[in-house]
Nanobody
Framework: QAQFIESGGGFVTAGDSLRLSCVPF????????MGWFRRPPGGDREFVAG????????DYTDDVKGRFTISGDSAKNQTFLQMNSLKPEDTAVYYC????????????WGQGTQVVVSS
């Protein structure tokens, strides 16, 4: 079972920045797309950002547009999420996701990294 490992979460103050990383562990396939999701305290998992490698398409949820930037390396199955101007409402566990068979059909998930933004 392929795995992806996130890192870069932490405890920050509103206005600060964090950079999340997602790298593969024991994968032997190419991803078609990768993305980031988050689960806020007491809430449901929600889409944050995604990238389709071949098409070069990138999408963000409205809440993070202009503040977050997704990037990555398709050859290495890695993705990163630069998060600027963090707000308390960005507090969540952030998950990396990867699609192997169809773009945006998420086959694999990371374990998550905690982000806490204090006011």
């Amino acid at each position: 079972q392929a795995q992806f490992i996130e890192s870069g979460g932490g405890f920050v103050t509103a206005g600060d920045s964090l950079r999340l990383s997602c790298v593969p562990f024991e994968t032997n396939f190419k991803t078609l797309s990768m993305g980031w999701f988050r689960r806020p305290p007491g809430g449901d998992r929600e889409f944050v950002a995604g990238i389709i490698w071949r098409a070069g398409m990138i999408d963000y949820t409205d809440d993070v547009k202009g503040r977050f930037t997704i990037s990555g390396d398709s050859a290495k199955n890695q993705t990163f999420l630069q998060m600027n101007s963090l707000k308390p409402e960005d507090t969540a566990v952030y998950y990396c996701a990867a699609a192997r068979d169809r773009p945006l059909m998420w086959d694999f998930w990371g374990q998550g990294t905690q982000v806490v933004v204090s006011s």
